[in-house]
């Protein structure tokens, strides 16, 4: 089955601008969650979506925000976006059984903030 | 405050040798680990996983060994191959938001295999 997709690939926006970046999950896949990777940082947790809401958040502003639709594709919002939130957004779904105790990526939304 | 340590920021192994990554965790409540390998311009992929009732989980080339008495955590790749040659993390689950989604990942070693 196909993976997860997420699109657009790469984005320039400036400061003060917003953004969003969608997710399509793994077909059967009802859990999508977000996660942010920089140099410095590494990976960070932004939130995860079940079944249109939200079930776990991270530690970033209120300025990053998400959603998910019935049909589990899910999006995420940046909006004032600042230099620093310039990194790899990375998607990442997970199933039932033994889908569940993995995540499955897709390939990123690499964002930079000019 | 780090909570997943991988002090290795790279490591360069020659091809046929044994690759080891190390991983450290300060949490005595993490109970389930997981390693994922990312190649450039590619989201990172599931590699191999490991309970804390276990001390050793091995799929094929890739074995990772858990000691919970010093908290850390190893992966070898044997024999390495240049294929290997990635980003590996070592992640744990949140154990306070529970189920598996909610990751915490280390800072990943950088592994160059080299005819």
């Known amino acids: 089955k196909a993976g997860v997709t997420q699109t657009p690939r790469y984005l320039i926006k400036t400061r003060g601008q917003q953004v969003t970046l969608s997710c399509s999950p793994i077909?059967?896949?009802?859990?999508v969650s977000w996660y942010q990777q920089t140099p410095g940082q590494g990976l960070q947790f932004l939130f995860e979506y079940f079944s249109e809401t939200q079930r776990n958040k991270g530690n970033f502003p209120g300025r990053f925000s998400g959603r998910q639709f019935s049909n589990s594709r899910s999006e995420m919002n940046v909006s004032t976006l600042e230099l620093g939130d310039s990194a790899l957004y990375l998607c990442?779904?997970?199933?039932?059984?033994?889908?569940?105790?993995?995540?499955?990526f897709g390939s990123g939304t690499q964002l930079s903030v000019l | 405050d780090q909570q997943v340590k991988q002090n290795s920021p790279s490591l360069s192994v020659q091809e046929g040798r044994i690759s080891i990554l190390n991983c450290d965790y300060t949490?005595?409540?993490?109970?389930?680990f997981l390693w994922y390998k990312k190649y450039p311009a590619e989201g990172p992929t599931f590699l191999i996983s490991?309970?804390?009732?276990?001390d050793k989980n091995e799929d094929g080339r890739f074995t990772v060994f858990l000691n919970k008495s010093a908290k850390h955590l190893s992966l070898h790749i044997v024999p390495s191959q240049p294929g290997d040659s990635a980003v590996y993390f070592c992640?744990?689950?949140?154990?306070?938001?529970?189920?598996?989604?909610?990751?915490?990942f280390g800072a990943g070693t950088r592994l160059a295999v080299h005819p």
């Open positions: 949490n005595s409540m993490f109970d389930y």
């Open positions: 992640a744990v689950p949140n154990p306070i938001s529970g189920g598996y989604n909610k990751l915490i």
């Open positions: 490991i309970s804390s009732i276990k």
């Open positions: 077909s059967g896949h009802r859990s």
């Open positions: 990442a779904s997970s199933g039932s059984g033994t889908d569940n105790e993995k995540l499955f």
